[in-house]
């Protein structure tokens, strides 16, 4: 049997690109009353029992809406959103055992997990299942592509070609 966090990541691809989800909210309320025990006995239930618990819930939130947020159809213009949203798009649509950290895209260089390109990886039978799920694809791809063709934009049409990629795939 799969333990609960890797059932969770499969539904999590399962569901069709551009899917927007969030964790299941039992997982989440766990997680928060755990946290919530964890740092009262840490801090023997004073005022930075309080703060920690906050400042975790804030952070957890933050996580939850940046995730949101990059399955969306938005593009980011620049800087460090934009490199998360290619970061975890290409986890999705083209191998699920790459690009794994999402919040600092550079850890994946550390573990190995960062390929040169795209290209270099295989296309997934998840990353496959993802795809022909996905019911905006056509409406995905013109998005991307649209974003591509509006200037300098490698990361974004690398993106693209995963999505096309997959989609042809998953038509096969
Ligand atoms: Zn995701
Ligand atoms: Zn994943």
Redesign the pocket.
């Known amino acids: 049997m799969d333990w609960l966090g890797k059932t969770i ?1 499969r539904q ?2 399962e569901t069709p690109y551009f899917h927007i989800s969030l964790d299941p909210p039992g997982l989440i309320l766990s997680v928060m009353a755990a946290a919530a025990l964890l740092f009262g006995l840490l801090f023997q239930w004073g005022a930075l029992s309080l703060t920690a618990t906050a400042a975790y819930y804030s952070a957890g939130l933050l996580y939850e809406w940046l995730h949101y947020v990059v399955h969306t159809h938005w593009v980011p213009p620049q800087g460090w959103l934009r490199s998360v949203r290619r970061h975890h798009m290409l ?2 649509c083209r191998n ?1 055992d790459y690009w ?1 950290s999402f919040t600092a895209p550079a850890v994946d260089a550390w573990f190995g997990t960062l390929p040169s390109s795209a290209s270099s990886v295989p296309l997934t039978a998840m990353a496959r299942k993802g795809h022909s799920a996905t019911a905006s694809g056509s409406s995905s791809r013109a998005g991307l592509a649209s974003v591509a063709a509006a200037g300098d934009a490698r990361d974004v049409r690398e993106e693209a070609v995963a999505v096309t990629a997959g989609a042809a795939a998953a038509r096969r």
């Open positions: 990541h999590h691809h986890h999705h699920e794994l």
